[in-house]
């Protein structure tokens, strides 16, 4: 049976904003879902809260609400689009729990809409652990001992059963949150209150500990038909007890036996049956014990997941699209194949390659947090890197990272205390690989290493291969590296400047020699059916194939005194087309500061390149992205973003070494003889402005070897990137900016300080997101920050600015084309200048801010971007005192905030940038300043529920994760939005806590009389009481944590404060302070950090008492 | 030890030979993932040289209970690389050893990739294994033009039983086997659907195959061409009407040719653990292990005889069914090892047959 012809139109719900556990994989998948019901001519309704997705680009729905994920807004949407039918399944657990809610409360039934993809019942039985446990139980198949608890009482009894270490792990969180692996009583009783307090159902599971086994998953999908098929199996390298999300994971499964991976598939397709999700993708974990082969489930995730998105990235197969087709009804055989086009999606997909997943985690950012890996997850991004050997993706994947290491070997080469070693292997952390890595040389055993790591042998094997590798390329010189060493180097992934280092050489020399001995890379296409049948998609990765050696080139070589012709096949594919064509480089991993909205810049920068009629050619290794689905660009190349791996694809598409392309007998025209034409060419350049601060740092090295960079041309990079010579700039242009200066050393600073005078703001140069920046207020203070930062910034000179306190910091971003500059958005920060740009509230339009500083602040952009030369997108940010609008910096790229101007203006502003780097004029595009079509707020969310025991409190240093967008008719209605939606509900009533620094009495009368106005009650601590009295307010007086009790913190406790705003009051009241917000935090109470954000509430508050209303993007201005 | 793969068309691939020598055979490749021993057991693969398509090869060993037969049968393992460290608690032994002692010959290093591609545009073909102790490539090219094509190559002599023996006595039905080249997991199914089992050597004269004590006649697997068996196919021919019969691979073929049909060499066959099915019966998918080079023509079989499963890729015939008789059989492999258990019911629908026809 065909699809289903009564859906007309469907609601996609969004995942939100970015946060561990849940990150941009989710927009790749709602992305796919998108475009797989618009195939079908049926209307398709977006909500979600995050603005910088793709997704929420305006021409991927019909209707696309950015609104807070709440019953509310979901109640609201569906009155104004009676959507037939509600997708919950493609937007991560936010998108399941939300519909899950919607049916409980009775919404979707008083509604007429149902659910597509996957059933309240079967979500149920899946979600929930006890009915699953119950399931598993009913079909044979094997779980954990243990159960659920809903107390202490009840969770010590299950400690009987269970014995330490015990697993446990809340009810209905994301990636684990509040879980844990407890050794002995206490940490078991902390535990498990965390957990029974973070459990929408106040519900924990208590199992018996599995720790070391192996650890599996599969993705599935099963169509009405009852079709099931296993698309992806994964291994994860890291044994049972580190959550998979923060595992190094291989595809497909490598060490197992076809009747061991046959048993865990029938089960996987019990399990989905069972369970029943209907249609769609489902990832199922088992474990797995080696002696035994004994099989364990884990659990279930009823909905296209993380892992999900990695399997389609490493298999081809877009299981996102799939599971939306078969949710309209059609079946697997009905499908056709995205990759070979000619082959149906009813299969398994087959790999010819392995695939090796890392996570990427930012614990730099949050020192105080518990950096041991565990049961709950703690990663921030991946990376994905694709290898004909596992040694080989390994070592592509360590590389894209982008933490500084060329392969294994690593960054931390020397930098380890082999000493701890043990330590380091029983007690896993986010560098427990270069920790095996490094036992290994250092002598250890394989069996010693699994003996300690449980890491299954044979990957520890492979690991020493690289180990015994690294030896021998240490005994040559470059010039002597042998072909036959080099080669089997290259395929085992070592990369040409870890190389240089083994052979003290240079990079060059090292691709010199390579050259010289004719080994170059070949490019294999993933195509879903290890070569059985011809692909049309360019989805490409690099490898090492069999040298052509010196002695051939090309198609036919003729035997030295011979007339035999005999044919050598060429190693490469998918040649290179004659059409023009332009290089993006992509963002890399997710981290802190550099997120899935550049991979949001990058693609509308892929489509404008379309749409300019010239070929889009996308580099990137991040397989949570829509940037990497193979269908967003021409051609996708999934590598390292590093100078090699860049550069290879640049000489390919240029045609470079075109010979190594004769005798392509890849489907564009099968085996032929003689040589070809050079294939490639036409290459306009490569774009560096879209990826973040990735690309921008390989603008340099790829410049100097000769590429074209299509856009801002380096020396405009670099006069904005270094600040001695933006500072010269800013002088030339006489545009503002705070004193500052340079130092290397203790003393150098003082003095520098001396001059600037305290408060100072000190950081090491060329870091994104605020990495290692501090505010320090004397010399105590700098001489410890000197100590700690210079060992971060590998002694690259520390910047010392004047900090301007209390100043109001500005957004802007433009695009100048060399004549013109547009202003798409200037942006208004809530916080003040001191909170890092990404992680502040802000406005467009900037209100508040005088129209006189908005114009001086444009014009000083103009004056900029003109003046620097920029071609395309640049960010700036200003702090304004006193009425003076001093420039902070300027990123000469696409910025964090262009998405959500896009989303505020209607403009694709990355895909006006890439039209610019194509030569088409603003006017010829005919874009203007961009104008908002509403009031706009960007929201941010924190990962410090994740990170128990981490203070809260905000900096120059970047924390947040992910945003949130909130549009209005008042700045309080969109402000109200942005913090619903970044899960801040703000209390209608009750008492507020207040406790402010001297600073920010001044203004402290203002706002506490707001909040008695809107009818809250007050309570404060000493100094900041007595303010309140001095101007006749009533105020309850309370303890400081070390004053007496009861204190704050017991009121917190007690449910006698709903809200607090505490500003900080700086060192002395350090520790008082932290431990009240980090006592808010856990009870969820809303806790602002300064005075502008409180203020703004108060206006939020007066619209969340009203009604509020929901709009669609489309509808707007 | 540098080596080449060379093909009988000229073309040639480079690689090493980690066991020091070559050794020659049809390439064919297979997509499995995993299962590289149950492979190179299978008898089907007799003669032939088999490029496993996933680059990682030999990473648990060698166990037992994973032997098809015997010995090992393809006459070449070709692959991207070769563990030599085995990894399995119950492991006995590794890949590159158990091969040497078999005398099999390994090419590894190989662009694995780059030769299933060839060989799916340009079709299987005969090759060597050259290493350089062979000699001149040129002495390598002369010798591959001469090898000759496996169609019109009869090899279930070989792989074949010598003298009949019995399995499960006592088991609810009676089944005559022939035995072209058996796998020992179709001999596991059979005996765990309870069937008492009689195995003959393939040359066995339709008069014993059935005999009036069999309740039902199962054809194996195997090796070849089946073009090139008359004389199994005339015996097999013989029995059509006597008795309910169940044929698999081979024996689906020599059924298909008994009924009048007539057979066709595929370009590059099936073979992997992922092959789409279509039931036409219930309408629903199998994911199935395959492994054929050959196939029946649709368009030569008679009237009574209907196509139940067809390959979901290409459309071939992957099930036939007698209108009239009780005669079924199936081109892949439901018994599957390597692969998916998705076809497992084949084996009970044998016995539901022998159930209402006995
Ligand atoms: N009984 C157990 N013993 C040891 N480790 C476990 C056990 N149960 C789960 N884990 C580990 O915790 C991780 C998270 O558990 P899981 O059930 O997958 O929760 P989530 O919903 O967060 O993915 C798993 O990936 C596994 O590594
Ligand atoms: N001189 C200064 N006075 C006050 N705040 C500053 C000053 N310099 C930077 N900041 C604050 O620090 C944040 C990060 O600084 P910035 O230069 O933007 O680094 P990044 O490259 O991480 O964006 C800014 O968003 C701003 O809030
Ligand atoms: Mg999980
Ligand atoms: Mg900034």
Known sequence: ?1117 | MRAHLILKDGTIFRGRAPLGFGGGGEAVFTTAMVGYQEILTDPSFAGQMVCMTFPEQGIYGIHADLNESGRPWATGLLCRRLSFVPDHTRSEGDLAGWLKRHRIPVLSELDTRALTQYLRDQGSQPSLIWTEADGSLEAGVAQAKALPDMTGQALCAEVSCRDRYELNPGGAFRVAVLDGGIKQSILRQLVAAGLHLEVFPWDTPATELAHKRFHGLFLSNGPGDPAALPGMQAEVGACIGQLPIFGICLGHQLLGQAFGGRTFKLKFGHRGANQPVHDLMTGRIEITAQNHGFAVDEASLPAEIEVTHRHLSDGTIEGLRHTKLPIFSLQHHPEASPGPHDAHPAFQRFVELMKKHN
């Open chain 1, 1 to 1117: 049976m065909p699809k289903r012809t009564d859906l007309k139109s469907v609601l996609v719900l969004g995942s939100g904003p970015i946060q561990i556990g849940q990150a941009c994989e989710f927009d790749y998948s709602g992305t796919q879902a998108l475009k797989a019901l618009r195939e079908e001519g049926i209307r398709t309704i977006l909500l979600n809260s995050n603005p910088a997705s793709i997704m929420t680009d305006p021409g991927r729905a019909d209707a696309t609400y950015i609104e807070p994920l709440t019953l509310g807004v979901l109640e609201k949407v569906l009155e104004a689009e009676r959507p037939d039918a509600i997708l919950p399944t493609v937007g991560g657990q936010t998108a399941l729990n939300l519909a899950m809610e919607a049916h409980e409360s009775g919404l979707l039934q008083r509604t007429g809409v149902t659910l597509i993809g996957a059933q309240p019942e079967a979500i149920k039985r899946g979600e929930d652990r006890q009915l699953f446990k119950a399931l598993m139980d009913d079909l044979g198949l094997e779980t954990c001992r243990g159960g659920f608890a809903h107390n202490m009482g009840e969770a010590r009894d299950l400690l009987k059963l269970t014995g330490f270490p015990s697993i446990i792990r809340p009810s209905f969180t994301l990636g684990g949150s509040g879980g844990g692996i407890a050794y002995n009583v206490e940490e078991f009783e902390t535990i498990v209150a965390r957990g029974l307090d973070l459990s929408p159902t106040k519900q924990v599971l208590i199992e018996e500990s599995i720790l070391g086994w192996k650890e599996f998953e599969l993705e599935v999908v099963r169509d009405l038909d009852d079709n099931v098929e296993v698309i992806c199996s994964i291994e994860n390298l890291d044994p049972m007890g580190i959550h998979t999300g923060d595992s190094i994971t291989v595809a497909p499964i490598l060490t197992l036996t076809d009747p061991e991976y046959q048993r865990m598939r029938d089960a996987a397709m019990a399990v989905i049956r069972a369970v029943g999700v209907e249609t769609g993708g489902s990832n199922i974990q088992f474990a797995l014990e080696p002696e035994t082969s004994r099989i364990i489930v884990i659990e279930m995730n009823p909905r296209v997941s993380r892992s999900s998105a990695l399997a389609s990235k490493a298999t081809g197969f877009p299981i996102a699209w799939v599971a939306t087709k078969l949710a309209l009804g059609y079946r697997l055989w009905e499908l056709p194949n995205a990759i070979t086009r000619m082959t149906k999606a009813a299969f398994e997909p087959v790999l010819d390659y392995v695939v090796v997943k890392i996570p990427r985690f930012t614990f730099e950012k949050f020192p105080q947090a518990d950096k041991v890996l565990g049961t709950q997850m703690k990663s921030v991004g991946e990376v994905m890197a694709l290898g004909r050997s596992f040694q080989e993706a390994l070592q592509k994947a360590v590389r894209s990272l982008e933490e500084g290491h060329k392969g294994l070997s690593g960054a931390l080469e020397g930098k380890l205390d082999l000493g701890r070693l043990k330590e380091h292997l029983i007690i896993p952390g986010a560098q427990r690989l270069f920790w095996v890595y490094h036992g290994l040389k250092a002598g250890h055993s394989v069996e010693e290493l699994h003996r300690l790591t449980k890491i299954t042998p044979w990957f520890l094997h492979e690991i020493e291969e690289i180990v015994v590798l690294e030896g021998r390329l240490r005994s040559f010189p470059v010039d002597r590296l042998p072909v036959d060493l080099l080669e089997k180097a290259k395929r085992a992934g070592f990369a040409d400047d870890q190389i240089a280092v083994f052979c003290s050489g240079t990079e060059a020399e090292v691709a010199a020699r390579r050259d010289a001995l004719g080994l170059h890379p070949a490019y294999k296409r993933v195509d879903t059916c290890a070569g059985e049948f011809k692909a049309e998609t360019p989805y490409l990765y690099g490898t090492w194939e069999t040298a052509a050696g010196a002695e051939v080139h090309g198609a036919s070589l003729r035997l030295k005194g011979s007339a035999q012709e005999v044919r050598y096949v060429e190693t490469s594919e998918a040649p290179p087309t004659d059409r023009p064509k332009a290089i993006v480089l992509g963002s890399g991993p997710n981290r802190i500061g550099q997120g899935v909205e550049f991979d949001c810049c990058c693609v509308q920068a892929v489509e404008a390149i379309r749409a300019s009629g010239v070929e889009a050619i996308l580099i990137n290794c991040n397989p949570e992205t829509v940037s990497t689905d193979f269908d967003t660009s021409d051609r996708l190349y999934f590598e390292p973003l590093t100078y090699e791996h860049v550069k290879a694809v640049v000489d390919r598409e240029a045609g470079a070494g075109a010979e190594a392309y004769h005798a392509e007998h890849g489907p564009e025209g099968g085996a032929q003889e003689g040589p070809r034409k050079a294939a490639g060419g036409h290459l306009l350049g490569v774009f560096a402005q879209f990826g973040g601060q990735t690309p921008l740092k390989l603008a340099g090295p790829l410049h100097a070897a000769g590429v074209k960079l299509l856009g801002t041309p380096l020396s405009a990079i670099l006069d904005a990137e270094d600040r001695e010579r933006f500072g010269q700039v800013l002088k030339r242009l006489d545009i503002p900016a705070p004193q500052w200066g340079m130092a290397t050393s203790f003393t150098e600073a003082l003095e520098v300080a001396k001059r600037l005078d305290y408060p100072v703001m000190v950081r090491p140069s060329f870091v994104l997101g605020g990495r290692a920046m501090a505010v320090v207020f004397d010399d105590a203070g700098l001489e410890k920050y000197m100590r700690e930062a210079v060992a971060v910034s590998n002694d690259q000179p520390v910047l010392l600015d004047r900090f301007l306190e209390g100043a109001q910091e500005l957004d802007i971003d433009v695009v100048c084309d060399g004549e013109q500059v547009v202003i798409a958005g200037l942006l208004a920060h809530i916080e003040e200048a001191g909170i890092h740009s990404g992680d502040s509230y802000a406005v467009i339009p900037a209100l508040g801010v005088p129209e006189g500083i908005l114009e001086m602040v444009k014009e000083y952009a103009r004056r900029l971007a003109l003046d620097l030369g920029v071609l395309g997108l640049m960010n700036l940010q200003f702090a304004v005192k006193d009425g003076i609008a001093y420039c902070l910096e300027a990123n000469p790229r696409a910025s964090r905030t262009v998405p959500f101007v896009s989303k505020a203006t209607g403009v694709d502003w990355a895909g006006v940038a890439a039209r610019v780097g194509l030569g088409q004029s603003l006017r010829q595009q005919g874009v203007t300043d961009g104008v908002p079509r509403a009031v706009s707020v960007k929201g941010v969310v924190f990962p410090f529920a994740k990170f128990p025991g981490v203070d809260p409190v905000l900096g120059p240093e970047m924390k947040s994760t992910g945003e949130v967008m909130g549009i209005g008719e008042t700045f309080g209605e969109a402000y109200a939005k942005s913090l619903l939606a970044a899960g801040i509900p703000l209390p209608l009533s009750g008492t507020v806590f207040l406790t402010v620094n001297d600073a920010d009495k001044v203004r402290l009368p203002e706002l506490a009389h707001k909040l008695v106005a809107l009818g809250f009650g007050l309570c404060a601590t000493e100094g900041t009481a007595r303010t309140l009295e001095s101007v006749g307010l009533k105020v309850r007086k309370i303890f400081k944590v070390n004053e007496g009790r009861p204190n704050a913190v017991d009121l917190l406790k007690n449910g006698e404060v709903q809200w607090v705003i505490n500003t900080p009051l700086g060192r002395a009241a350090f520790f008082d302070e932290s431990s009240i917000r980090k006592e808010a935090l856990r009870l969820k109470i809303p806790c602002l950090t300064n005075l502008s954000a409180a203020l703004a509430a108060c206006e939020a508050v007066e619209t969340l008492r009203g009604e509020m209303t929901v709009r669609a993007i489309q509808s707007l201005g």
